[in-house]
């Protein structure tokens, strides 16, 4: 029987932020919806598909604190593409989505999945949580089991849209949007893994990420939701 390889892990729960950005990204951005936007791993979970014996615990080498201005690994970013540019934000979303559940250890290095990551970040360092990203790239000792087993992934996206509560909140408020004009939008689409020896699996995908789409401006994206919003 062909032993197959862990794919990237994907936690149930979110990373916490302090009570100040909490604050902020409440009053800010959702008001009654979001209490926090954290993190929600974008890697596939274990699973039998893909081989759930392992589950990594992923590693926030390379994450800045939320108050700190957002850094940028050197050496390039590999496969990760480029941010589009791009202004309506469940389109930025169903783009970002894409990146986040692609990637590609045959000629991509972990430091420069980091950077491909950081370049779609928001650059307003009292938005942009970085660590709910970068924390959920594998650790360098898994990442280099994952570069021997030649693992890589493609993604399809099917749909993106505003959750309810989110519309129901900017009805209910039409000018909380209005301070940073960050968006929640929800994907869902399907990760294809594979690996060396004709290994393969594939999973379907839902993520809620927070965007900020500034008027005049090209989106950006400022963090995954601690949880899929329908």
Request: glycine share 6%.
């Amino acid at each position: 029987m062909q032993k197959r390889f862990p794919s990237l892990p994907r936690p149930t729960r979110g990373i916490d932020w302090s009570p100040n950005r909490r604050i902020v990204i409440a009053a800010i951005i959702l008001t009654s919806l979001l209490a926090v936007v954290a993190s929600l791993a974008w890697f596939s979970r274990g699973g039998s598909q893909h081989g759930r014996a392992s589950r990594p615990t992923p590693s926030a080498t390379g994450s800045t604190a939320p108050s700190q201005a957002v850094s940028r690994p050197a050496g390039g970013t590999g496969s990760v593409p480029p941010p589009p540019a791009v202004s309506e934000p469940v389109a930025y979303a169903k783009a970002a989505a894409a990146m986040l559940w692609s990637y590609d250890t045959r000629n991509t290095s972990r430091d420069q999945q980091l950077a491909g990551m950081n370049a779609w970040m928001s650059k307003e360092s009292k938005y942009a949580d970085w660590p709910s990203i970068s924390a959920q790239v594998p650790d360098p000792v898994l990442w280099s089991r994952m570069a021997d087993n030649a693992q890589h992934a493609t993604s399809t996206v099917a749909e993106g849209h505003y959750p309810s509560a989110f519309q129901q909140a900017l009805a209910d408020d039409p000018t909380a949007i209005t301070e940073a004009y960050i968006y929640l939008v929800t994907i869902t689409g399907k990760q294809q893994i594979a690996w060396k020896n004709g290994g393969s699996g594939a999973e379907d995908r839902a993520v809620s990420l927070a965007v900020q789409c500034r008027p005049a401006h090209d989106c950006s994206l400022v963090a995954i939701a601690p949880r899929v919003a329908p």
